[in-house]
């Protein structure tokens, strides 16, 4: 029996239910992201920065800790002052005296350098006081720097996921996207899967997770028009997993080597790098998609990369402002109007957080420079030569550790510049690649670079000399030496022994040496062809001299009989069927396929006939050779038809080879 009373659900179904939200990302947008594409709205590029890397060295090679304060002197100016002496006061811009009035505690470390006469750089005491016969090294810093880089590159995964740019000696870019797009589809396998009906522009379903623990970064403020009560979308969750990422780099290079560096994670390298100066020492910053606008106007646009020159004053001059918040009310056409269409267009995208420059994975260096500004200036082809002996050690230093000695890379130029008063003169060198490069090579190249400007003309005193190799080029990979070609010892004793008893068992098959055939190449093609042809006897055959006395025999006595006669030998060569061809030379009959060799047979036979010089088939008088030189001709002609050879006079200084 049916109940009369409606049917009511337990559970009110919401008419939203079964629908599920939808990001305002697409499957495309995943995939660009494992390709690292600079489009891509989900990239993540990352920007490690170490605080101030020059004290940090020095702090680390001493044993200082870290709370003292401690500077890095260059001659009477610091280069580099650690975080616990800047809060004294203390900057690059003060002089030795007052940055010890400002702090008494301060250390202070010279650089080390290169003296005078010496083939290695040191530290030296009082390094300061001489200036004269001393040349700054920065190679403890490099050395140093590399260890970082490699440090980086083994936390990351191996190329082509891991992406490693070196910017400087203590900046480095990295695009973490391939690797987030693989932990994203690890983590979350709702989005691994094809796309909906196969198409890439489907949104993707919105992330599972509607709060994200950013740890301890720093974050910067969101957008005016955006709130912290949004569930996050998947370009917060990739900055979250980059974050995490970057956290475990600057982890392993405390833990390894002791430095310190801060961080700055965005979606691409300009915000990135604004980031990474934002909270410092030893922090990172996320600049979400969200807060691009918030973040981008809290700076002086003068501060951002390639606007900071003339380019920034220009801006300057013609806006009156270098705050980005009020120039970000000039409309496109007024920027371009003042600055030109590609200038206008680049500055009007750069201060809205707009770049899609590549992280570049080539880090190898493209040049080296050592050099040397003399105060008192040098006067003396000695003096000059001592410090050319200087900046050849110090370049070489470096290409050792660019790889030079096991061949991986080497510089193809060398350039000298020479400073003498207001007049800069340079001179360049190709580097010998025949050879192993040394320091020698390097010096002696120098040298004549030096001496030729002294031979140009005035060269004392000089004031500057720097000294530069480039042009770098990759060394041969894969090559072996001689010696891995060879086989050597028991190996070598091995084979032997195998050889002897494969030659034992099936004999001796050595081939005994050929005979040296008496007769050329033609009497020997030319014996085979009349052998074919019906061993027609050359002396008995009627000739027809032309003006050079080539003579040709007349149509051998075996051709057949019904054969249908030519009229004339300057005739086109005919055929009875496809595969069948008639010589109108001498009436032969053959298969289509000998009649190249036919043709040069017939060639052959008239160079034999001419170059016997048998005088006995040579006319008597210029009467008789007339018609016969007209037959000749016609002869020639058709031969030249038939195997497209044609005979020329003997040049000046030749002689024909005797065939006979």
Not at 157 to 172: F, H, L
Not at 499 to 514: C, I, L
Request: aromatic letters at 6%; a neutral charge; glycine letters at 6%.
């Amino acid at each position: 029996m049916s109940s009369s009373q409606p049917f009511i659900p337990s559970s009110p179904i919401s008419p939203s239910a079964g629908h599920l939200r939808k990001s305002r990302f697409t499957f495309k947008h995943l995939s660009q992201l494992a390709l690292s594409s600079t489009t891509c709205p989900l990239r993540v590029i990352a920007h490690i920065d170490l605080d101030a890397f020059y004290a940090q060295c020095e702090g680390i090679r001493l044993g200082i800790v870290e709370d003292q304060p401690l500077a890095v002197q260059q001659w009477q100016g610091l280069i580099a002052i650690n975080y616990p002496a800047r809060k004294f006061g203390l900057s690059r811009f003060i002089d030795i005296t007052e940055a010890k009035k400002l702090c008494p505690t301060l250390i202070l470390q010279h650089v080390a350098t290169w003296r005078e006469g010496d083939a290695k750089w040191a530290y030296h005491e009082e390094a300061f006081a001489h200036i004269a016969t001393h040349k700054v090294s920065l190679d403890p810093y490099r050395l140093e720097s590399r260890k970082i880089l490699a440090c980086i590159k083994d936390v990351l995964p191996t190329p082509p996921v891991q992406r490693v740019e070196k910017a400087s000696v203590d900046e480095v870019f990295l695009d973490l996207s391939a690797q987030i797009h693989a932990i994203l589809l690890e983590r979350y396998p709702e989005i691994s899967g094809p796309a909906p009906y196969d198409d890439p522009t489907e949104c993707l379903p919105r992330p599972p997770t509607t709060a994200l623990d950013w740890n301890t970064d720093a974050l910067v403020d969101l957008d005016t028009d955006e709130t912290e009560d949004g569930d996050p979308d998947w370009d917060d969750i990739a900055m979250l997993v980059g974050s995490e990422i970057v956290r475990s780099v600057r982890a392993a290079i405390f833990e390894r080597l002791k430095y310190t560096c801060s961080a700055g994670i965005a979606r691409n390298k300009m915000i990135a790098k604004l980031g990474s100066a934002h909270k410092k020492p030893n922090q990172q910053t996320i600049v979400r998609n969200r807060a691009v606008q918030q973040f981008m106007g809290s700076f002086k646009f003068t501060k951002i990369r390639n606007l900071g020159g003339k380019l920034g004053e220009d801006v300057v001059a013609k806006f009156g402002t270098e705050e980005v918040k009020e120039l970000l009310g000039v409309s496109l056409p007024q920027l371009k109007s003042k600055l030109g269409d590609d200038t206008g267009s680049w500055v009007y995208g750069i201060i809205r957080g707009e770049d899609t420059s590549e992280v570049n994975s080539r880090t190898q260096i493209k040049s080296m420079l050592s050099a040397k500004s003399f105060r008192p200036t040098i006067n003396s082809y000695d003096q000059a030569v001592k410090w050319l002996r200087i900046f050849v050690a110090d370049i070489f230093s470096r290409l050792v550790e660019e790889g030079v000695l096991e061949n991986k890379r080497r510089p193809k130029t060398i350039n000298l510049h020479h400073r003498q008063g207001g007049q800069m003169r340079s001179r360049q060198a190709p580097i010998p690649s025949g050879r192993p490069l040394d320091e020698n090579v390097l010096f002696e190249i120098a040298k004549n670079l030096l001496g030729q400007i002294i031979v140009d003309g005035r060269a004392w005193p000089c004031a500057n000399l720097q000294l530069s190799v480039g042009g770098f080029e990759d060394g041969p990979t894969g090559n072996r030496g001689i010696g891995g070609f060879l086989i050597r010892g028991d190996e070598a004793k091995a084979m032997k022994r195998d050889n002897e008893d494969h030659a034992s068992d099936h004999g001796d098959y050595r081939a005994e040496k050929r005979p040296k055939n008496e007769y050329g190449a033609i009497q020997r093609f030319l014996s085979r062809q009349e052998t074919s042809h019906g061993d027609s006897d050359e002396d008995n055959a009627p000739t027809h001299p032309d003006m050079d006395g080539v003579r040709t025999s007349s149509i051998p006595p075996d051709v057949s009989s019904d054969a249908q006669p030519f009229e004339g030998h300057d005739k086109p060569p005919q055929s009875i069927d496809s595969d069948t061809y008639i010589c109108n030379d001498c009436r032969k009959t053959m298969p289509l396929m000998q009649r190249e060799e036919h043709g040069d047979w017939h060639f052959a036979k008239s160079i034999a006939a001419t170059d016997k010089g048998d005088a006995s088939h040579q006319p008597r008088s210029a009467s008789e050779a007339r018609p016969k030189a007209r037959t000749a001709t016609k002869n020639l002609g058709a031969s030249k038809v038939s195997g497209d050879h044609s005979l020329k006079k003997v040049a000046k200084g030749q002689s024909r080879l005797a065939f006979g």
